[in-house]
Nanobody
Framework: QVQLVESGGGLVQAGGSLRLSCATSGSKSRINVMGWYRQAPGKQRELVATITNGGSTNYADSVKGRFTISRDNAKSTIYLQMNSLKPEDTAVYYC????????WGQGTQVTVSS
């Protein structure tokens, strides 16, 4: 029943910005941890950022200072603001909810050129 729907991916030039959204539904727990992961072709899926229901955040070193994860509990939605994008940020970005069962979104493609 738990569903995660992502949006906001696309093609952007290096140095640009994108904002990803992940709308959730169906979770029976009001307390959960959500996060963003990414996976480039031929590479292992890696953690980008996490956020608790209380707003505590954690970031991968590679995105610290450039990406910001946030949470709107009223909308059951999390966001990933990505600034100063680099070509190495190119990947499929996945949203995850843990309640504590893990649920995944379908992924959204982010491509950074030049």
């Amino acid at each position: 029943q738990v569903q995660l729907v992502e949006s906001g991916g696309g093609l952007v030039q290096a140095g640009g910005s994108l904002r990803l959204s992940c709308a959730t539904s169906g979770s029976k727990s009001r307390i959960n941890v959500m996060g963003w992961y990414r996976q480039a072709p031929g590479k292992q899926r890696e953690l980008v950022a996490t956020i608790t229901n209380g707003g505590s955040t954690n970031y991968a070193d590679s995105v610290k200072g450039r990406f910001t994860i946030s949470r709107d509990n009223a909308k059951s939605t999390i966001y990933l603001q990505m600034n100063s994008l680099k070509p190495e940020d190119t990947a499929v970005y996945y949203c995850r909810l843990s309640d504590p069962t893990n649920y995944w979104g379908q992924g959204t493609q982010v491509t950074v050129s030049s």
